[in-house]
């Protein structure tokens, strides 16, 4: 098998790692196998790649996440740079509800994430010029988008960071319990 995959606290949430082949002149991995990630319980057909640069340390992205029907499962990777990388769960009928994992992803580490539907997601970079890319299974969809407020204080997320750099749509995000149902 190609991947290493390792279920964390909310075992919903999948931490990925590839298996990496170095030598002098650099490296060679797989980023997805559908059989190998299949054969673990990851079953989403991913339909949607995005990219994101952030050129400053301190960004804050997040938290975001698409109600149903048009709802995403996340597969997080970091091409450049490093994140501090959260998912929460927003699953109202969930033990961990309201409960958020993190992990570092880094173009070191080539580790990646997997988060299922029902889970908001964001990240804050912890080096400049940081690149994330992320494979999405539904499109994105405007009208469905919603978000959760970086620093609601009943999740009370421990972001390496007191005063990040937000967009102005995530810096007037509401808390966790104002969203309306997000699954």
């Known amino acids: 098998m190609s991947f290493t995959f390792k279920r964390l606290e909310i075992p919903d949430v999948i931490l990925i790692e590839p298996r990496v082949l170095e030598d002098e002149r650099g490296f060679f991995m797989e980023t997805y196998k559908w059989t190998d990630f299949t054969k ?24 975001h996440f698409q109600k149903e029907p048009m709802g995403q499962a996340k597969l997080v990777r970091v091409i450049a740079g490093s994140v501090f990388d959260v998912a929460v769960d927003i699953r109202r009928d969930s033990p961990t ?7 570092v992803l880094s173009a070191k580490n080539k580790k990646m994430l997997y988060i299922p539907e029902g889970f908001a997601h964001g990240f804050c970079t912890l080096e400049k010029d940081s690149e994330v890319i992320y494979k999405c299974s539904n499109i994105y969809s405007p009208e469905h988008e919603r978000g959760i407020i970086w620093n609601d204080k009943d999740i009370n997320i421990q972001w390496p960071i007191e005063n990040p750099i937000l ?3 995530d810096s ?6 104002k969203i309306d149902s997000p699954c």
């Open 40 to 63: 673990f319980g990851i079953k989403e057909r991913f339909i949607q790649d995005n990219h994101s640069k952030s050129v400053a340390k301190g960004v804050l992205r997040g938290l």
């Open 97 to 103: 509800y309201g409960k958020w994992i993190s992990v």
């Open 167 to 169: 967009s102005e749509k």
């Open 172 to 177: 007037k995000l509401p808390l966790l319990d």
